[in-house]
């Protein structure tokens, strides 16, 4: 599962299409601490340009991304994978805050942010036929 999303181009296999998501980063994307990727994505209808850094890179265990620069005030995502059963149990935890505080959180941001791991669980279920378990932290 590491070697999937070590591929930053995986990513938009595995985002909903309503965010129309490209990673404008032109190939290859050397991954290690440090690299840095350019995305281009749509929320709610409005164009925006997010850049994520790789501050944690241990592979096969885990990465860690956070955005440089991008639609909120911190956004921190901990990849973890763990061999288990026979496959692998891969865990997002994320941390963030939304700007506008937490009446937009609660009405737009935090139900957005669920909803794209839900898709993100399902596509990787489809994409490798696995439980729909990977397991997620918000």
Partial sequence: MFPFFA????LER???P???FRVVTP???AMREGTRIDYRLRIHGVPVRWQSEITV???PFRFVDEQRRGPYQ???HEHTFVERDG????RDVVTYAAPGG???HRLLVGPDVRKIFAYRREALAGLFGAPRECGRSI
């Fill in 14 to 16: 595995i985002t909903p």
């Fill in 102 to 104: 937490p009446l937009v």
């Fill in 7 to 10: 591929d930053a181009f995986n």
């Fill in 74 to 76: 911190l956004w921190s």
């Fill in 87 to 90: 496959g692998t149990l891969c």
């Fill in 18 to 20: 309503l965010l129309r």
């Fill in 57 to 59: 890179w241990e592979p």
């Fill in 27 to 29: 190939r290859p994307i």
